[in-house]
């Protein structure tokens, strides 16, 4: 991972960017289509529209899915959508939502029948 976008903009994407950005990798930006700001935490946000635009652009290695507390069929949807070539998708532990904390080792590989 050098180069990763978030998708989502909640209190687990927020930590989540913290704990990355400390940990010396680059944050390019934010996916999140229902958010009327430019930046979240000083982070560039873009809509998912931009996704391949962005990719593109900003070389983007890691895409990891910070919405914990969706459903499962709506996350399918989503993850299906963020699949592209040669990028790297993630995802947090179902378990995140249940702890006050975000950090590198919640994050999870995408189960393979997605």
Partial sequence: MKNILIYGVGQASKKLSMEIIRSGINVKG??????????????????????GTVT????????????PSINNKKKIQILNKLKINNINLLTLNDEVIL???????DINEIEPEL
């Fill in 30 to 51: 934010i996916i999140a289509n229902n958010f009327k700001k430019k930046f979240f935490n000083k982070i560039p946000i873009y809509k998912e529209t931009d996704l």
């Fill in 56 to 67: 593109k652009k900003d070389g983007i290695d890691t895409i990891i899915f910070a919405v």
């Fill in 99 to 105: 702890k006050n904390h975000v950090g590198l080792k």
